[in-house]
């Protein structure tokens, strides 16, 4: 198709829907996305003059997307980048990694077959059977984490206090990390996630030049490498049955896994096994400490509690989007692409979509259904759902024994991120029970 043909955004929108800020503002970007879920459901986004990136296509809407995280075929996670990058930041990503777009090899970079290989090694764990069995360990982790807020009380960052520290030490535990290492890899998660904020990624300087800020995300990823190198040969040497040790002594096809991929597994269990759920149970919070109400009526009836657990999720979105080549030409949402184009699922604007969730903007604890794409679909779902899921329950539930009531003391503060996002304060004051 000739690109005068296409439905092409204009320069102020285009920059908006890639600007780590907007997503940092959040009712701005949301308003975008409204509008172009009516007049251009299926945008091509090309760059300026400033910010230099390979033009793809945006898609908002929730059955677009959907279609999309569903068709594996159709739509790969390889040869280009999953997540969105300048230019800059792919020339880097290849030189770095030897030729590939991806900084870091994981699940979320492999296609068939190799995918479903690599993401049954680690599968199990995380099924609702094997975390029945460390259900207690959990609630003991839960009950420190409100224990430390009660001690901390009466007014606190709930962000720093409680759902940052809490999804990072469970994973930990999963995953076989000392306790004592958990604040590096929370450092290093923030790094590779939250580059571009000056807040997480540790420089405190605001408007970093792209080239600075990839070489932080770079720093962070050779600092997890490194890491795991290492824990890789006492696994190997000390196997102790958890994730690391399933990852350091994994065989693929008859071989051991590479020591890229084999750094990838650990880099997308460790760091995307926490931040997510931080971002949810900070949303959840959110919402109850802005509504009063729903905060007493959760606390009378915990039936409610599933519901509130399920819309943070949506509402909050922690993974805002991923990116697809078309395998071949094909169309979404009546739109022609070519093979080769490359495309960007925004779940933000998918999760937010009035034709499938009535007043998407508001928390609404009772949605049903609420088939939110938080965790996208099809063959790459996320691996840790039932994981964060209970999380959440667990934490929620003995936050409501122990807390009587929450409000805000402060403008809570959003992460400036394209990519993963969520709260990155949250000042609280609350009454213990």
Known sequence: MATQDKPRLDPDTARAVIDPESYAEWDGILDI?????????????EPDDTLVHPPFWLVTRYDDVMRMSKDNATFLNNPHSVVFSLTEGLEFAKQFSG???????????????????????TQEWFMPKNLRGIEDEIRGIAQATVQRMVDAGPEMDFCKLVSAPYPLHVVMQILGVPEEDEPRMLMLTQQMFGGSDEDLNQSGMKDLPPEAITQI??????????????????????PT???????????????????RDMMGYY????????????ASTAGAMLALAQDPGQWARVKADRSLLPGIV???????TPVQHFMRTAAEDTEVGGQAIAKGDWLMM???AANHDPAHFDDPRSFDAARSPNRHLAFGAGAHQC???????????????????????VELVGEPARSKSTFVGGLKTLPLRFAAA
């Open 346 to 348: 925004n779940y933000v």
């Open 310 to 316: 399920e819309e943070a999720i949506r509402w909050t």
């Open 383 to 405: 691996l840790g759902l039932h994981l964060a899921r209970l999380e959440m329950r667990i934490l929620f539930e003995v936050l409501l024994d122990r807390i009587e009531s």
């Open 217 to 238: 995300v770079a720093g962070a990823v050779k600092d997890f490498e490194a890491y795991f190198a290492k824990l890789t040969a006492e696994k190997r040497a000390n």
């Open 99 to 121: 030729g590939s777009e991806h900084m870091v090899a994981s699940l979320v970079t492999f296609d068939a077959p190799i995918h479903m290989k690599y993401r049954k090694l």
């Open 33 to 45: 996305f409204d509008r172009l879920r009516e007049e251009t459901p299926v945008a091509w986004v």
């Open 267 to 278: 880099i997308i269990v460790a760091a995307a096994g926490h931040d997510t759920t931080s």
């Open 241 to 259: 049955g958890d994730v690391a040790s399933t990852i350091a002594n994994a065989v693929v096809d008859g071989e051991p896994l590479n020591d």
